[in-house]
């Protein structure tokens, strides 16, 4: 293996980062960085590698291939990798005889940087009673709760697996707030997944694209959307623009063609109106492309 | 670590010693009604270690009580089923090894104290119970003179905490590997049985060679006092040659038979291990299953250790 020289701002790096489950490779190939302070959205359908990333990241699981450093430490067992990374899994896991403040007391003896008052203040502002059997409280309750001791451990990354899926509309709003001011206030790099990116746009600087077990995007938001654009323009002016840039999806009717477009330069051809692409329909095209690799424009990389 | 250990087995430990409780009463009310029906027997003259024809007399009724401590060969396959198997199992089950497992506690450690609470609570509970069941059996002991039997052998003494250690490794280690809680208890079940019954049928009676010697045909009271195992008794001689199929002299038919037959010549191989062995091989026994748990125990931390959550 080469010896990497690892820049200190950033929180997470992989490189070809490969998860095999005996004849299936369920990640291959990774290759991401999240600098320190940001907000990621690992975003991508079912089944597309999101956990297994997420599991390799946590020191969960071991990589069948490539590596991966978590502020420039392998993910692995020494305490402090575990006290640098928090971790809430899918399943929102939590031990249903343990109510509230057992979970707190739990996690003050288990952590260096527990924040048991900040963690009873949340619980208790979210009128969730910190006596009662976790088993006895609803989904949201337990997800606020498991949310709430994942950002109490004080991590410096944090790692959510589809943490809002199991929240309402306004429950997922309050904790997207909160996670936000939490970002602000500590130095906290955060990564969190899920199917649509539409639910994270707003918090979120950063995203890393994962369909068909492959990285598909990673980088800022802005400069992703900054180099997407949306072309109108007559049909039969398609081959002239794939030539100097990477037609992501592609749209036809009989005479106009619609293309998501990762420039390279500027467009100067009059013939197409160009609009800036949303982060959904960026994400969406290159969803697309992935999941059907043989069409025309899925030979584009 | 150990907080959590202890939160989250509370209830299992309530259950253990109400369960402890109840078979203390149990055995410590019928223990001291037969002992003071055995000591008023003896004070009536008969003499003490008769080996046989006190029993029917002190035990007449007891049936229950005997029925319970055969029962007690299962204490450690409960221990294993309810305290081995979950300990790793119901975790991954819940997936809340994934909640503690990214808490600021390896694996290693987090699984050496709860193994450590296990074992403990194993040997206390084999320990109590082996205890109560030894005392209990002291005059069954002194009347039938059987307590190298297996059955017996298996209930008292050192053994029984040995069974409950291999137990609960046993379980842990069906567990973590398994994954499961339900499979990983069926497993325990499995293969404690199999191996408990392997050991007793087959290996036990060699640990140390047995004695052999030939003796007149019929019983022997004096042997049987001395607390002996005996392994066969069944080949007959005569004059150096095996009797296949002993036929009875002509003279020898009716109650006096064994006498007739021994001045006919024939001799009995009986193949026993002394009774002064007893402490011996229930510390080899407990040895052989210590040395179990402790290779179930290093299987449980190089599996956790290795294998992805």
Same mark, same amino acid.
């Given at each position: 293996?080469?010896?990497?020289?690892?820049?200190?701002?950033?929180?997470?790096?992989?490189?070809?980062?490969?998860?095999?489950?005996?004849?299936?490779?369920?990640?291959?190939?990774?290759?991401? &960085?999240?600098?320190?302070?940001?907000?990621?959205?690992?975003?991508?359908?079912?089944?597309?590698?999101?956990? &297994?990333?997420?599991?390799?990241? *946590?020191?969960?699981? *071991?990589?069948?291939?490539?590596?991966?450093?978590?502020?420039?430490?392998?993910?692995?067992?020494?305490?402090?990798?575990?006290?640098?990374?928090?971790?809430?899994?899918?399943?929102?896991?939590?031990?249903? !005889?343990?109510?509230?403040?057992?979970?707190?007391?739990?996690?003050?003896?288990?952590?260096?940087?527990?924040?048991?008052?900040?963690?009873?203040?949340?619980?208790?502002?979210?009128?969730?009673?910190?006596?009662?059997?976790?088993?006895?409280?609803?989904?949201?309750?337990? *997800?606020?709760?498991?949310?709430?001791?994942?950002?109490?451990?004080?991590?410096?990354?944090?790692?959510?697996?589809?943490?809002?899926?199991?929240?309402?509309?306004?429950?997922?709003?309050?904790?997207?707030?909160?996670?936000?001011?939490?970002?602000?206030?500590?130095?906290?790099?955060?990564?969190?997944?899920?199917?649509?990116?539409?639910?994270?746009? =707003?918090?979120?600087?950063?995203?890393?694209?994962?369909?068909?077990? !492959?990285?598909?995007?990673?980088?800022?938001?802005?400069?992703?959307?900054?180099?997407?654009?949306?072309?109108?323009?007559?049909?039969?002016? &398609?081959?002239?623009?794939?030539?100097?840039?990477?037609?992501?999806?592609? &749209?036809?009717?009989? =005479?106009?063609?619609?293309?998501?477009?990762?420039?390279?330069?500027?467009?100067?051809?009059? *013939?197409?109106?160009?609009?800036?692409?949303?982060?959904?329909?960026?994400?969406?095209?290159?969803?697309?492309?992935?999941?059907?690799?043989?069409?025309?424009?899925? =030979?584009?990389? | 670590? +150990?907080?959590?250990?202890?939160?989250?087995?509370?209830?299992?430990?309530?259950?253990?010693?109400?369960?402890?409780?109840?078979?203390?009463?149990?055995?410590?009310?019928?223990?001291?009604?037969?002992?003071?029906?055995?000591?008023?027997?003896?004070?009536?003259? /008969?003499?003490?270690?008769?080996?046989?024809?006190?029993?029917?007399?002190?035990?007449?009724?007891?049936?229950?009580?005997?029925?319970?401590?055969?029962?007690?060969?299962?204490?450690?396959?409960?221990?294993?089923?309810?305290?081995?198997?979950?300990?790793?199992?119901?975790?991954?089950?819940?997936?809340?090894?994934?909640?503690?497992?990214?808490?600021?506690?390896?694996?290693?450690?987090?699984?050496?104290?709860?193994?450590?609470?296990?074992?403990?609570?194993?040997?206390?509970?084999?320990?109590?119970?082996?205890?109560?069941?030894?005392?209990?059996?002291?005059?069954?002991?002194?009347?039938?003179?059987?307590?190298?039997?297996?059955?017996?052998?298996?209930?008292?003494?050192?053994?029984?905490?040995?069974?409950?250690?291999?137990?609960?490794?046993?379980?842990?280690?069906?567990?973590?590997?398994?994954?499961?809680?339900?499979?990983?208890?069926?497993?325990?079940?499995?293969?404690?049985?199999?191996?408990?019954?392997?050991?007793?049928?087959?290996?036990?009676?060699?640990?140390?060679?047995?004695?052999? +010697?030939?003796?007149?045909?019929?019983?022997?009271?004096?042997?049987?006092?001395?607390?002996?195992?005996?392994?066969?008794?069944?080949?007959?001689?005569?004059?150096?040659?095996?009797?296949?199929?002993?036929?009875?002299?002509?003279?020898?038919?009716?109650?006096?038979?064994?006498?007739?037959?021994?001045?006919?010549?024939?001799?009995?191989?009986?193949?026993?291990?002394?009774?002064?062995?007893?402490?011996?091989?229930?510390?080899?026994?407990?040895?052989?299953?210590?040395?179990?748990?402790?290779?179930?125990?290093?299987?449980?931390?190089?599996?956790?250790?290795? /294998?992805?959550?």
């Amino acid at each position: 293996m080469k010896i990497i020289s690892l820049p200190a701002a950033d929180a997470v790096a992989t490189w070809e980062l490969g998860k095999r489950f005996r004849s299936f490779w369920a990640l291959q190939d990774c290759s991401v &960085t999240v600098p320190a302070g940001r907000v990621s959205a690992l975003v991508g359908p079912n089944g597309a590698g999101k956990t &297994t990333l997420l599991h390799l990241l *946590a020191g969960l699981s *071991a990589a069948s291939a490539g590596r991966a450093l978590i502020f420039g430490r392998s993910p692995g067992q020494d305490s402090r990798f575990l006290s640098d990374v928090g971790f809430l899994a899918q399943e929102v896991p939590l031990y249903r !005889r343990f109510s509230s403040a057992d979970h707190i007391s739990m996690g003050q003896r288990l952590n260096p940087r527990w924040d048991g008052g900040w963690a009873r203040a949340r619980i208790r502002s979210l009128g969730i009673p910190l006596d009662k059997q976790v088993g006895r409280l609803s989904g949201g309750q337990r *997800a606020q709760l498991a949310l709430a001791l994942a950002l109490a451990k004080r991590p410096r990354l944090l790692l959510l697996d589809e943490p809002v899926a199991a929240l309402d509309p306004l429950a997922r709003r309050d904790f997207l707030t909160i996670l936000s001011e939490t970002v602000a206030d500590a130095e906290l790099t955060v990564v969190l997944s899920s199917h649509l990116v539409s639910d994270l746009d =707003r918090v979120c600087d950063h995203l890393i694209l994962l369909s068909a077990s !492959r990285v598909q995007l990673c980088g800022g938001i802005p400069e992703i959307l900054g180099s997407h654009k949306v072309l109108t323009g007559p049909r039969e002016g &398609t081959p002239a623009v794939s030539r100097g840039h990477e037609v992501v999806n592609a &749209t036809h009717d009989t =005479r106009f063609a619609t293309l998501l477009v990762r420039v390279n330069g500027p467009i100067r051809d009059p *013939a197409w109106g160009i609009r800036d692409a949303s982060l959904e329909e960026v994400v969406l095209a290159h969803m697309s492309r992935a999941a059907a690799p043989l069409s025309a424009a899925g =030979r584009v990389r | 670590m +150990t907080w959590l250990a202890w939160r989250q087995h509370r209830g299992q430990v309530a259950v253990a010693v109400l369960a402890l409780s109840a078979l203390s009463i149990v055995l410590v009310l019928s223990g001291i009604h037969i002992t003071a029906v055995y000591r008023a027997a003896l004070a009536t003259g /008969r003499p003490s270690n008769s080996c046989g024809d006190l029993g029917p007399q002190v035990f007449a009724g007891d049936g229950f009580f005997f029925d319970i401590v055969t029962l007690t060969l299962a204490a450690p396959l409960l221990i294993g089923m309810f305290w081995g198997a979950p300990l790793v199992a119901r975790e991954i089950d819940q997936s809340t090894h994934k909640l503690i497992w990214t808490q600021t506690v390896t694996r290693r450690r987090w699984l050496t104290v709860k193994v450590t609470w296990a074992v403990m609570a194993a040997v206390v509970w084999g320990a109590v119970v082996a205890a109560l069941v030894t005392w209990w059996s002291g005059p069954e002991n002194a009347i039938d003179c059987t307590r190298f039997y297996p059955g017996q052998f298996d209930v008292q003494g050192i053994a029984p905490v040995g069974y409950c250690l291999f137990a609960v490794t046993l379980g842990v280690a069906a567990g973590t590997v398994i994954r499961r809680t339900i499979p990983a208890l069926a497993a325990t079940v499995a293969v404690f049985a199999g191996v408990r019954v392997l050991i007793t049928e087959f290996v036990r009676q060699r640990f140390i060679p047995p004695v052999t +010697t030939a003796l007149p045909p019929g019983p022997h009271p004096s042997l049987l006092k001395q607390n002996v195992w005996t392994l066969s008794a069944h080949t007959l001689v005569q004059a150096g040659h095996v009797v296949s199929h002993p036929t009875i002299p002509r003279g020898c038919r009716g109650r006096a038979h064994f006498s007739c037959l021994s001045s006919a010549g024939l001799r009995q191989i009986v193949t026993y291990q002394p009774g002064s062995r007893y402490w011996a091989f229930q510390g080899i026994e407990f040895g052989v299953y210590a040395l179990l748990s402790i290779g179930l125990i290093w299987l449980s931390f190089w599996w956790i250790s290795r /294998r992805d959550a």
